[in-house]
């Protein structure tokens, strides 16, 4: 049986320059199970994506912060604490990073992200004074509410399904995948991962960015 996939986007679906791999369309929308998106970008990115590879809108948003399953949305999080955060560091001198338009951040529902240029140490120290946390997913540092994982998001997707997360595979690059490797059946970590993708993941591939992806999905609708 062709298994249900949840699937990272930045890093994974991509290429090394963050674009997206062509193969995503041929082999997504005929994927014979159900396809979750879960990434840490703001929730229209996902469900684009979904849209235009055909694909049931599932989609894990935030670092777990959006679900969309069956046409419903949930929300997780405290924007306006990652909010105050991100005010606190701009007045002690840090910078978000982005330009006046900043369409990082300006669909974001749950969390605040800043460039990875930013000064991490700063920000850290910020957000702990109010009780959130920082994550690094290769891509940005998004300032986000504790206990707010991908993983969880996908055993609410599951519970909506009704699938056992066990079901699923799932395959991811950065330390946001490491929740969601611990819950699935089956994961794997892209070689470009970051080490606690790699020590979260029952297998660490060869290959890196969508190569790596590619593989694991022909080895799946091959066995």
């Known amino acids: 049986m062709i298994p249900p996939l949840v699937l ?4 994974t679906l991509t290429d090394a320059q963050g674009r997206l791999d062509p193969r995503v369309f041929e082999v997504l929308p005929s994927w014979d ?8 970008k703001a929730f229209p990115y996902p469900v684009s994506l979904c849209h235009y590879l055909g694909l049931p809108q599932t989609v894990i948003a935030e670092n777990g912060g959006v679900v969309l399953v069956d046409g419903e949305v949930t929300f997780a999080g405290d924007r306006e604490a990652a909010q105050a955060v991100a005010d606190e560091f701009v007045s002690r001198g840090g910078t978000l990073g982005w330009d006046a338009a900043d369409t990082v ?5 749950t969390e605040i992200a800043v460039s990875l240029d930013a000064d ?3 920000l850290r120290e910020v957000a702990a004074a109010f009780d ?7 891509f940005a540092y998004h300032v986000k509410s504790r206990g707010i994982e991908k993983g969880i998001g ?7 399904m009704d699938y056992d997360p066990a079901d699923f595979v799932a395959i991811g690059d950065s330390e946001n995948d490491a929740s969601t490797f611990r819950v699935v059946g089956q994961s794997y970590a892209v070689a470009n991962a970051d080490e606690v993708a790699k020590d979260a993941a029952d297998e660490v591939l060869e290959q890196s960015y969508m190569d790596g992806t590619f593989s694991v999905l022909e080895s799946l609708q091959n066995s």
């Open 8 to 11: 990272d986007i930045d890093g």
């Open 33 to 40: 199970a159900p396809v979750v998106l879960a990434t840490g």
């Open 105 to 109: 951040n300006r669909w974001r529902e």
């Open 120 to 122: 991490e140490a700063l």
């Open 132 to 138: 959130l946390e920082v994550i690094d997913t290769g």
């Open 154 to 160: 996908l055993e609410h997707v599951c519970e909506t």
